[in-house]
């Protein structure tokens, strides 16, 4: 069954909106929340990351907001722009070493000019 | 620069063929991992390694396997092709024992189709 179940599966963005994804889990030793943009032919790369000790973790226009007590994560993206229209991947794990990552299905992120 | 190459970038062969998929990187990391990336289910683990001559299963592991003679390489083998197996197929590694280095960094992936 699907370890991190992620929504929508598509999104259409006007430039200069808010893109809104959000993933939700249910093992609770998950004690690492990546977040992975791919553009299409390229392999996914890492976009920001946050750990359950914090609420909230923002890199420039990309913030993660984690609520522990409902499981759930999401990622904002701030002041959309058509080059952030690529697929987004959340991703849990349990540091225990070998961090193995467990994704959710993907969300098509399109922002229109 | 370090970087993971995979090799081919596109591969059509036709079913029960054994075909070899090629990760390679020079990160020197001790992890490795082989994802396949199907629409509506996201990247699923098929096997890693977490260094040389240890291999282990994933998710989907059925009709694959690896092995890991060196850091640099963990060749993907699928040893009776299906058409079920076609897809995108992605490498990763990562090295976690140093600080602040969770992230596993991928390939440019292979696109597989199996007639």
């Known amino acids: 069954q699907q370890q991190v179940k992620q929504s929508p599966q598509s999104l259409i963005v006007q430039k200069g909106g808010i893109s809104i994804i959000n993933c939700a889990y249910e093992n609770t030793a998950f004690d690492y929340f990546p977040w992975y943009q791919q553009f299409p032919g390229k392999g996914p790369a890492l976009l920001i990351a946050i750990r359950p000790d914090v609420s909230e973790k923002k890199e420039g226009r990309f913030t993660i907001s984690f609520n522990k007590s409902a499981k759930q994560f999401s990622l904002h993206i701030m002041d959309s722009q058509p080059g952030d229209s690529a697929t987004y991947f959340c991703a849990a794990s349990i540091q225990t070493g070998a961090n193995n990552l467990f994704f959710g299905t993907g969300t098509r992120l399109t922002v229109i000019p | 620069d370090a970087e993971i190459t995979q090799s081919p970038r596109h591969k059509i062969t036709e079913t029960g063929r054994q075909v070899t998929l090629a990760c390679h990187q020079t990160w020197n990391h001790n992890n490795m991992f082989w994802y396949r990336q199907d629409l509506g289910h996201g990247l699923r683990l098929i096997h890693y390694?977490?260094?040389?001559?240890?291999?282990n299963k994933g998710e989907v592991s059925d009709g694959y396997s690896v092995s890991r003679s060196n850091t640099e390489d963990l060749p993907l083998t699928l040893e009776s092709a299906a058409s079920s197996q076609t897809s995108v197929y992605f490498c990763?590694?990562?090295?976690?024992?140093?600080?602040?280095?969770?992230?596993?960094?991928f390939g440019p992936g292979t696109r597989l189709t199996v007639l």
């Open positions: 390694s977490y260094g040389v001559h240890d291999t």
């Open positions: 990763a590694s990562s090295d976690p024992g140093l600080a602040g280095t969770d992230t596993q960094y």
